[in-house]
């Protein structure tokens, strides 16, 4: 099997964008409103819109640097760029960890939503999951991206019957009501951050993409639009429906919602659709870390076998390997919510790195030509990714401290892993 047989570029603006709105809309929204609105309870829209004003942040960065640099392995190449190789590989590292946890945390809430149908284990139904999505993803880039494509007008198809049901509702409840106070709503942003990740995986699609350079960052702000606003009316719809009591104790929350409002046929409903969306944010992270651990091998920062493409399928059968098992061990954990915020921390981690990058590059590589180019700047010092990493580094510090101490092992892991990688090229 060749190493060295490159990736084919066949997608366009519209998958890139659907695939965009889908990997972010399936995650937290469908998984995770609940556990958010138990700590900001009915304000827990106001939390949505701090982690979507932070997302924003680091979304144009994102925007800018695959407008410069449209590789595979994103982040890495990014880092590389602007600080070296070896705090690019523990970025590239802490990504592949972030796929995985990401992955193992929505693949729980499918298993919520399928336990819920149907009575199965959480554990078994997630694991199932995993096993079966990877198939996908070996299979090919274009029948991935429209099964993606699919399941995402399915998703918005529930998030729009939940708007829809929160209608009558409107009122019903007092919206600035914080049973935790601010910092409630807080902890509730960096946890429902989690439902604004996956802008950054979509620049790992740019080695799939026709004229990435323009595609990905169009793509990239388009999707971040669609979901802030969906986003938003949801929240609003959902604690009025239920309130907040009810929605932070519901392990399926939008089925939950759907029950009380229109009764058990509207349950079925949302449960199948929410089955589709978590899965479908499964399918697209699996595969931005499998691209992220390939466009590392080609770089020679990972063994060169996780290259490996199949000279049929034209897929990175090696890295989607690893993704799969590295998912599957953490679902183990079984506790959505302290995965979610493991992958929160390296998220804010890396956005805190990726922003410092840009302003870095701006000083740097000043004559880089720039497609895109973030907006508001003193001088040369763009405002917006400054901002990006002072939210950033306030949002770790509304994480659990178990969950710190779990990230910066990671980081530790990542960094040993580096050292030794280094030394061994």
């Known amino acids: 099997m060749s190493q ?34 138990g700590l900001a309870g009915n304000s827990v829209w106001i939390s949505f819109a701090i982690a979507a004003l932070i997302a924003v942040f680091s979304g144009l960065s994102y925007a800018e640097l695959s407008s410069i640099f449209p590789k595979a392995s994103a982040e890495y190449e990014y880092t590389s760029q602007a600080f070296g190789l070896r705090p690019a ?19 729980l809430g499918f298993g919520g939503y399928f336990s819920a149908l149907f009575g199965a284990s959480v554990l078994s139904s997630a694991l199932v999951l995993i096993v079966l999505l990877s198939a996908i993803l070996f299979y090919g880039i274009k029948a991935s991206a429209w099964l993606a494509i699919a ?24 919206y600035l009501e914080m049973p935790h106070s601010f910092k409630g709503i807080f902890e509730a942003a960096a946890l429902i951050f989690f439902a604004y990740m996956g802008f950054e995986e979509m620049v790992k699609l740019s080695e799939e993409t026709k004229n990435p350079e323009k595609t990905i960052p169009r793509a990239l702000i388009i999707a971040l639009i669609i979901t802030i606003v969906l986003y938003m009316l949801v929240a609003v719809s959902a604690v009025s429906v239920m309130g907040w ?46 691209r992220m651990i390939y466009g590392m091998a080609c770089s020679f920062s990972l063994p060169r076998t996780l290259a490996k493409v199949h000279p049929a399928r034209k897929t990175p059968w090696v890295a989607i390997l690893m993704i799969t098992v590295l998912s599957m061990v953490l679902v183990f954990t079984r506790d959505i919510a302290f995965v979610a915020n493991i992958n929160n921390f390296i ?3 890396t956005f805190a790195v990726i922003n410092s990058a840009l302003i870095y590059l701006r000083y740097k590589e000043p004559q880089l030509p720039r497609p895109f180019k973030v907006p508001f700047s003193i001088g040369r010092l763009p405002i917006l990714p400054l901002m990006g990493i002072l939210t950033c580094a306030f949002l770790i510090l509304q994480l659990d401290w178990k969950v710190v101490m ?12 580096s050292l030794v990688r280094v030394r061994t090229r």
Not at 5 to 23: D, M, P, Q, Y
Not at 248 to 269: K, L, N, R, T
Not at 406 to 417: D, N
């Open 4 to 37: 060295d047989a490159g990736l084919k570029r066949e997608l366009g603006l519209f998958e890139v964008t659907l695939s965009g709105v889908g990997i972010i809309l399936g995650a937290g929204i469908y998984a995770l409103i609940g556990k958010a609105a």
């Open 89 to 107: 590989m523990i970025i590239g590292w802490l990504i592949i960890f972030s796929g995985a946890t990401g992955s193992a945390a929505v693949a």
């Open 151 to 174: 399941f995402t007008l399915i998703e918005m198809l529930g998030l729009i019957l939940i708007i829809y049901i929160g209608i009558p509702h409107l009122g019903s409840v007092d």
């Open 245 to 290: 009591e009810a929605l932070g104790e519901s392990e399926a929350p939008f089925a939950d919602i759907a029950f009380a409002a229109m009764g058990e046929d509207a349950f079925v409903v949302i449960s199948v659709i929410a089955l589709f969306a978590t899965a479908n944010t499964v399918l697209l992270m699996m595969l931005a870390a499998s």
């Open 347 to 349: 998220l804010f981690l």
């Open 406 to 417: 779990v990230g910066m092992v990671l980081v530790l892991v990542s960094g040993l892993i």
